[in-house]
């Protein structure tokens, strides 16, 4: 299984919640677990959990923008197990595979308002 990077990334800590339960009609009994997301394209997301998951695995990944509340399917397609003195995390490449069009729509105005002040501090810098 292979993600590939066709937009444009941006890198922030951004809080979240994840679920490995997919009956979406059972959505008041699932169980939630806190997440971090690390970068976030219009494709996926890099997320950073304390559980393990594996590669394949399809998840629910809610979190917000800009006041904008977003609840996406993904599928993880890369699994790093990271290490520090006191405890283990894994970071999770994600690829988007079930999201909303008005949701997508909001992830593609944050990117790209993010970028264009990315941008403006690169030109300011140069000038």
Known sequence: MKC????????????????????????????????????LSLGGA????KEER????????????????????MLVCHVE???TETSHSYKLGVQFSNILENDKNIIARYVAKYQMKEMRSKGANQA
């Open 4 to 39: 590939r990077r066709n937009f444009y990334r941006i890198d922030f800590l951004l809080s979240a919640i994840y679920t490995p339960q997919l009956d979406i009609s059972q959505m008041d009994e699932w169980d939630w677990h806190d997440c971090l997301i690390a970068n």
């Open 54 to 73: 594996k590669s394949g695995e399809q998840l629910w990944l809610e979190f917000n923008l800009d006041t904008n509340n977003i609840l996406c399917n």
């Open 81 to 83: 197990k990271l290490k």
């Open 46 to 49: 890099s997320i950073i959990t």
